[in-house]
């Protein structure tokens, strides 16, 4: 897409709005009352919105390099804060993705300058399943499942956080796992058993 192009395709897009709603801008500048906090990865390929069918205003998104919720990024941590205590989003949606760069390259033994902190908690996804992942001889059948437990360990990672497990116990706010197959452009829930996980380190990270 030529730069060129953008504001001539905007002046397209508000066209097309206005003849679908006369009214929906000014509903836009009203505010936002999201349902849903969505963390993805930056791939230029996947975006959430399109991807869940969802309009202006439904969900509130977060995006970085293989879908990350890494606790000491002030930047993700500052979107789940406000989506869940100021937003009170009920769901909150990991969405990893099949064909993923970030893990691809935290699977591979390079040195990728600034990106090797961030890939590295990636490497230590793989380093907890090492024995899983091992035993999976197809590379690519590895590397999608790399892939699944990167979004079950971002899911944990959220649920670790104090904004979090109050918003469970006040109003039962949801986790949830996903990945998006960009072969077929269908999502996949992991159907990820938080429970079964959580009950043996639980106890270490439950914040009153």
Not at 4 to 17: L, Q
Not at 88 to 104: A, L, M, P, Q, S
Not at 116 to 121: D, S
Request: glycine letters at 6%; a negative charge.
């Amino acid at each position: 897409m030529d730069i060129k192009n953008i504001f001539k395709n905007n002046k397209e897009w508000v066209k097309a709005k206005l003849n679908e709603d006369e009214k929906f801008f000014e509903k836009l500048g009203a505010g936002q009352n999201p349902n849903y906090l969505y963390i993805g990865c930056s791939d230029s390929r996947v975006t959430a919105e399109e991807v869940m069918g969802a309009g202006p205003g439904e969900v509130f998104v977060h995006r970085n390099i293989a879908n990350m919720v890494i606790s000491i990024d002030l930047n993700v941590m500052s979107v789940l804060n406000y989506a869940v205590e100021h937003l009170k989003v009920d769901h909150i949606i990991v969405c990893g993705h099949y064909g993923c760069g970030g893990v691809k390259a935290a699977m591979e033994s390079q040195d990728l300058g600034i990106l090797n902190p961030w890939l590295r908690n990636i490497r230590d996804v793989y380093r907890t399943h090492k024995t899983e992942l091992n035993n999976i001889k197809d590379e690519d059948k590895r590397y999608e499942r790399l892939v699944e437990l990167n979004v079950q360990e971002q899911c944990i990672n959220a649920i670790k956080t104090a904004a979090v497990q109050k918003a469970n116990r006040e109003r039962g706010l949801k986790v949830y796992g996903w990945v998006f197959d960009v072969h077929s452009g269908e999502l996949k829930d992991l159907n990820i058993d938080f429970d079964k996980i959580l009950s043996e380190i639980m106890e270490i990270y439950h914040l009153d």
